[in-house]
């Protein structure tokens, strides 16, 4: 997995990169998505105000802000065209390994790592996979999908050694 990482903050360590690079490739092998690409950028609480406000309509900061990318107008092939245009199928597959970006704040991570009782890296790792798993499909609108995207979230976590404390 190829991860695009920006601090506009500049105040997270190298080693919180390095875990959110580490636990983003981690998740992506758990869930088949090795070969996908992604961003994600660590912002302040008041970045994360504003983007809440204009993805969302929400007028508050938040911890993690999931931008899923799916293309409006998808152009298809068939066959044959992409038999005989081999660079129109190697930029399908090259957008197509592109699935979106999150937005982190380090503001929030800190608090919410306060507020539930455990580490920074913690709430800092499970914000990373949260994200992740939202531009990946995943929801939990009703029930049944915050169950199941819940269970892989800690799963992920654990297997990964981010357990709570």
Do not use: C, W
């Not at 088949?32 to 809440?52: C, I, P, Q, W």
């Not at 969302?56 to 293309?71: A, F, G, M, N």
């Amino acid at each position: 997995m190829y991860v695009e990482m920006i601090d506009e903050t500049g105040q997270v360590s190298e080693e919180i990169k390095k875990q959110t690079l580490d636990l983003l490739e981690f998740a992506a092998e758990k869930t088949g998505k090795a070969d996908k690409e992604m961003a994600v950028t660590f912002v302040t609480n008041e970045r994360s105000h504003a983007l809440n406000l204009e993805y969302r309509d929400t007028d508050r900061p938040t911890d993690v802000i999931s931008l899923e990318y799916k293309p409006e107008n998808p152009i298809v092939f068939d066959e044959e065209d992409l038999a005989q245009n081999p660079e129109i199928a190697e930029m399908l597959e090259e957008f197509d390994a592109y699935i979106g970006e999150l937005f982190i704040s380090i503001d929030k991570a800190q608090e919410q790592a306060q507020e539930y009782g455990h580490s920074y890296e913690r709430e800092m790792g499970f914000l990373a996979v949260h994200g992740f798993l939202h531009i990946n499909g995943y929801d939990h609108y009703t029930p049944e999908e915050e169950a199941e995207m819940f269970g892989l979230q800690e799963e992920i976590l654990n297997a990964y050694g981010l357990t709570r404390q």
